[in-house]
């Protein structure tokens, strides 16, 4: 469920209202002072299911935990922060294609700058700079120097297209496979 280096987890479905939020077991351990406080500041939940729930696999151990709406909101960046850490810590960092994008640059000769701003109408995560953002919510999968950058987006496994032509930029976007309609 969770890729490699992957702890967190938010899923939204396109047409409906409907999202998940989870992290890993090992995001949970991790930061389970984060979750206490959390929840210590949330108080007791007056509705099912709580704000935390465990997601057990076959074994009967906790591979994932859930989270209500409203811990996640008091949380988010926390989570975020020390799901990087977590990463570098497990010394899982991706690798980006970062000579063709130098080569991309290189070759730039559009009449506009270019704009390193990335934008997933899926979930609605957004940089201005993917480069240098801290979350680094946009993993660029691919560059060639006819104008094309590839990012997939790290909170919900879009793909985003950026075709630059001689006068603008085109962005597609495709859903992860878990998220298109059947
Ligand atoms: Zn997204």
Not at 128 to 139: A, L, S
Not at 141 to 150: E, F, P, S, Y
Not at 158 to 171: L, S, Y
């Amino acid at each position: 469920m969770f890729k490699p280096g992957q702890h967190v987890l938010h899923m939204r479905e396109a047409n409906t209202s409907y999202e998940c939020f989870l992290i890993s077991a090992a995001l949970g351990q991790y930061c389970a002072d984060i979750l206490q406080a959390g929840l210590f500041e949330l108080g007791e939940c007056k509705t099912m299911p709580s704000h935390l729930s465990a997601v057990n696999g076959a074994d009967g151990k906790a591979f994932a935990y859930m989270l209500s709406r409203e811990l996640w909101n008091a949380i988010r960046t926390d989570l975020k922060i020390a799901e990087a850490q977590l990463r570098s810590k497990e010394g899982v960092v991706a690798k980006e294609p970062l000579d063709d994008f130098k080569k991309f640059l290189d070759f730039w000769d559009f009449s506009y700058e270019y704009d390193p701003a990335v934008v997933c109408p899926v979930c609605g995560s957004e940089t201005e700079d993917w480069r240098t953002d801290p979350f680094h919510p946009f993993t660029l999968a691919n560059a060639n120097i006819g104008g094309l950058l590839v990012f997939h987006c790290k909170e919900c496994g879009a793909t985003i297209r950026q075709k630059h032509f001689k006068d603008k930029m085109v962005a597609e976007v495709t859903p992860a496979p878990e998220l298109r309609k059947p």
